[in-house]
């Protein structure tokens, strides 16, 4: 029972852009940095972006991250068959005083 | 090169006990916050607890508190999750996972942990 909602599923062709939503409350996203992940197929979480908007090293600027009020956005552009994972969102809990994640997005290249 | 290796995961009853430990290396190890981040087959990740760099805080999921204890040995550059009075539901691949200024930063591969009779 995550407290941050993703959608399900989206979609898109090859080189087009994807956006995920992440929707939290003000315990958590209202209040503290939003993180992504990126996992492919029988791998561990890749982290893709901290700090609601910040791109760790290597990861390319294809991916973007934004937040406004108690939501976050993960946009993906010039999207690659190598983007077919799953993504989540995550952040700080100050109620739950604990980390939570998103429910994850299934990102497929059509 | 940051490397994070669990280990201790298999099969075990429901009712018995486990630790699993995760061996660091690459990074100093001392200065950062650690973090358990499991997946149950199929689901998506779950937060479990992670520790303070000095074992001075604690924390954990509420679902969780007083089955599981983290702990850290710095020496050792090791983490580790005892587990008790494991449940069906606990069955989950266990990921350690670095935190850096708030954010779990870098992974392991993580071990697999099945909970059946």
């Known amino acids: 029972q995550s407290v941050l909602t993703q959608p399900p599923s989206v979609s898109a062709a090859p080189g087009q852009k994807v956006t995920i939503s992440c929707s939290g409350s003000s315990s958590n996203i209202g209040n503290n940095h939003v993180f992504w992940y990126q996992q492919l197929p029988g791998t561990a979480p890749k982290l893709l972006i901290y700090?609601?908007?910040k791109r760790p090293s290597g990861i390319p600027d294809r991916f973007s991250g934004s937040k406004s009020g108690t939501s976050a956005t993960l946009g993906i552009t010039g999207l690659q068959t190598g983007d077919e994972a799953d993504y989540y969102c995550g952040t700080w809990d100050s109620s739950l005083s604990g980390k939570v994640f998103g429910t994850g997005t299934k990102v497929t290249v059509l | 090169e940051v490397q994070l290796v669990e280990s201790g995961g298999g099969l075990v009853k429901p009712g018995g006990s486990l630790r699993l430990s995760c061996a660091a290396s690459?990074?100093?190890?001392?200065?950062?916050?650690m973090n358990w981040v499991r997946q149950a087959p199929g689901k998506g990740l779950e937060w479990v607890s992670s520790?303070?760099?000095?074992?001075?805080?604690?924390y954990y999921v509420d679902s969780l508190k007083g089955r599981f204890t983290i702990s850290r040995d710095n020496g050792k550059n090791s983490l580790y999750l005892q587990m008790n009075s494991l449940r069906v539901e606990d069955t989950a691949v266990y990921y350690c996972a670095r935190e850096s200024a708030g954010t779990p930063d870098h992974w392991g591969q993580g071990t697999l942990v099945t909970v059946s009779s």
């Open positions: 690459g990074f100093t190890f001392s200065s950062y916050a």
């Open positions: 520790i303070s760099s000095s074992s001075t805080s604690m």
């Open positions: 700090e609601n908007n």
